[in-house]
Antibody, heavy 117, light 108 residues
Framework: EVQLVESGGGLVQPGGSLRLSCAAS????????MHWVRQATGKGLEWVSA???????YYPGSVKGRFTISRENAKNSLYLQMNSLRAGDTAVYYC???????????WGQGTLVTVSS | DIQMTQSPSSLSASVGDRVTITCQAS??????LNWYQQKPGKAPKLLIY???NLETGVPSRFSGSGSGTDFTFTISSLQPEDIATYYC??????????FGPGTKVDIK
């Protein structure tokens, strides 16, 4: 069974940093692109970052230069290092997998990040 | 960046009704369009990929069509368990991947 389990969320002050993790199981992790998608309370979905099977990374302008996605295939793990956090980064963060260049077919249950003083 | 619009933003329909949601891309995305269902407090679930392909295990009352810039998502006979918000997503142009604003579906 495919499972994606996020962790690392919590309360952080503006300007602070946080590292999210996503533990994957039930599939060959190294063969899939991985994504982070976030959702503020009551709002829509916003794609945050992606990493390909070759380690290529992609970001939208809203987080580029502040967030870093990485993966550790030996540990079946995905990470999101978030720096210079702002109130607008407050959201539930989901990790999701996709076949290379394909849709995100499995998602984790999310971890809540709250940026507040 | 490619912008996605959806309409309506919300709708209310009766059980058994046919429900249609439209999604429009700001530029040609071929068929790189997916549809997701999200129930409150849950992660999104992939229903339709590449505009018209039904994901494995998804009931056949769900369908999608379109290409280029205009896409349609249909529930042929609305069921109580279909109450959710539905999002379209384009992945033709990465980065960024973009989602539509969502359509909330309720039972009348």
């Amino acid at each position: 069974e495919v499972q994606l389990v996020e962790s690392g969320g919590g309360l952080v002050q503006p300007g602070g940093s946080l590292r999210l993790s996503c533990a994957a199981s039930g599939f060959t992790f190294s063969s899939y692109d991985m994504h982070w998608v976030r959702q503020a309370t009551g709002k829509g979905l916003e794609w945050v970052s992606a990493i390909g099977t070759a380690g290529d990374t992609y970001y939208p302008g809203s987080v580029k230069g502040r967030f870093t996605i990485s993966r550790e295939n030996a540990k079946n793990s995905l990470y999101l290092q978030m720096n210079s956090l702002r109130a607008g980064d407050t959201a539930v963060y989901y990790c999701a997998r996709s076949t290379p260049g394909g849709p995100s077919d499995y998602w984790g249950q999310g971890t809540l990040v709250t940026v507040s003083s | 960046d490619i912008q996605m619009t959806q309409s309506p933003s919300s709708l209310s329909a009766s059980v058994g009704d046919r429900v249609t949601i439209t999604c429009q891309a700001s530029q040609d995305i071929s068929n790189y369009l997916n549809w997701y269902q999200q129930k409150p407090g849950k992660a999104p679930k992939l229903l339709i990929y590449d505009a018209s392909n039904l994901e494995t295990g998804v009931p056949s009352r769900f369908s999608g069509s379109g290409s280029g810039t205009d896409f349609t998502f249909t529930i042929s006979s609305l069921q109580p368990e279909d109450i959710a918000t539905y999002y379209c997503q384009q992945y033709d142009n990465l980065p960024p991947i973009t989602f539509g604003p969502g359509t909330k579906v309720d039972i009348k």
